[in-house]
């Protein structure tokens, strides 16, 4: 299924904190400014959290 493949690449994310690029799940370091502090990107459901 396409679908659920497409919601699981959407999930394994990291976002930097500072710039707020996008990074590998894997990444531990931001890949532009280096800093350490990564979030996974936040699971939004369809419609937001509305
Ligand atoms: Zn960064």
């Known amino acids: 299924m396409a679908f659920a493949e497409a919601i699981a690449r ?3 994310k990291k976002i ?3 710039c707020n690029v996008t990074n590998p799940i894997l990444a531990v370091r931001c890949r532009k400014c280096h ?3 990564l979030r996974l990107k936040a699971v939004e459901a369809r419609g937001g959290t509305a």
Do not use: P, Y
């Open 16 to 18: 930097c904190m500072h």
């Open 10 to 12: 959407r999930l394994k």
């Open 35 to 37: 800093r350490k502090d």
